[in-house]
């Protein structure tokens, strides 16, 4: 087996598989959606439309006393910052997915190179007082929209591309959320000379950038606490992104000039949230043999068979590697172990025929995909409706993949995946940054045994805490269904916990898809600060 064939595989954090059945409601193709009255670029007069559309020079003017910018035909409101002076947002207003709520969606332009993708939806409940969140899909190289359309967004992608439905289980029920598309050259971002981004650390600054810049455009989002939620590779890059935030925010002077646009915004950080993450190699990929082996969906028969025990005795290397990458941070020592460990430990699961992130279900890559979810592609039919790139402020020029495999090699080629990740989180936990961790327990590639287990050496003040608390029963509040367990610490009985782990039972890589009711239940419980047992 050649390694870096199993690699997109391993690292891909893809999306959901069908659509819910029930409740939903069709909005209607997409030129149904999209209102004469606000125009595709989003509720601009029609006077303001006057270049030509092929235009491509950028034509400044002022609405309102607001700037904006015409850039391929394309009319946006234009963001910038005094301390940002390398960045600048462009703004548009689609009625998409979910018209009832309001949404901004376009680009953070880094310099004149990098151009990041967001797609914003307020809460559909008391947006004034709803919390702020920013999802991430994984990958490397996976767009959140993905996310957005299979799991935890306003809708769900329907009938092979050409229509949505809405997702009554969708996180911004009681959450104001920011899907962003990171790092370059992911789903709508990109790189004017095709370049990219290749490490965690640098993606985290960029982050950090959109986020000052979008709290001093929309300040009512600004005085609400932060969550940064991400899945599967997520889990390297959120702790990443939180890190620079935390360190940018002792830097926020305790005054600021009464001129907004001067003004750095400190950013409510109230928690990490992992789902299915892959955070600490070291322990999550010996686990692997367990979970194939004695896990609740083993592919093996005997747990102490040869295929087993072979399996187990490529743990020693693989963690000797890994542990030489912690000790030196270095490209030389980080690519070795990202190479050896992908492809001794993941091949069982990629040579088994089941789906690697529901290890309950068989892939057919004919007619499921090369990632064993058909709905990729309906994703990335929708997107590249002409009316919709226009409705989202995109080039029309810009062609939309749910998943990059350049990025995804580029990263394996830093050995990025392979750092100390969790070392970044204790000084922010300890300082009252909660943390949550929730893995489905049919998921092959980020296995919830692993991620409980690190959470078992992660050095806080809530260790020792963490290591006596009792594993209860996770009971939803509307359903009353047992839909997993939880194990928490912190928090005081009255909480939801400052660090918590949540197994989820009968779901795979993307719960939000698998356990919708569930997934929403538990989200809500977390940002509300309400225990989840």
Known sequence: MKVLSLVPLVHLSTVLASILPESQVVLGDVADVLSPTRGAAGGLPDTVKSEPEQATKKIHEWIDGKPFVQEHGLIYELVQHAHFSDYQLRITEPALCDPSVKQYSGYLDITDDKHLFFWFFEARVSPEDAPLVMWLNGGPGCSSSTGLLFELGPCNIADDGANTTVNPYSWNTHANIIFLDQPVNVGF?????????????????????????????????????????????????????????YNENKKVPLTSTSDANDALVKINLASVILGNGMTDNYIQMASIPDYLCDGPYPIYDDPEGPQCQALRSKVPTCQRLIKACYNFESRFTCVPAALYCNSQLYAPIQQSGLNPYDARRTCDPEKDGPLCYKEMGWIEAYMNDPAVKAALGVNPQRNFESCNMAVNQAFLLQGDSMHNTPALLPEMINDGVRLLVYAGNADMMCNYIGNERWLEVLDTNFLDEFMSAPTEQWITMHSGKVAGTVRSAGGGGSGAGNVTFVAVHEAGHMVPFDQPEAALDMFTRWILDIPLA
Not at 197 to 206: E, F, L, Q, R
């Open 189 to 245: 971002s990109y790189a004017e000379d095709g370049s990219t981004v290749n490490t965690s650390p640098v993606a985290g600054k960029d982050v950090y950038a959109f986020m000052e810049l979008f709290l001093s455009r929309f300040p009512q989002y600004a005085t609400q606490p932060f969550h940064l939620a991400a899945e599967s590779y997520g889990g390297v890059y959120a702790p990443n992104i939180a890190n620079v935030i």
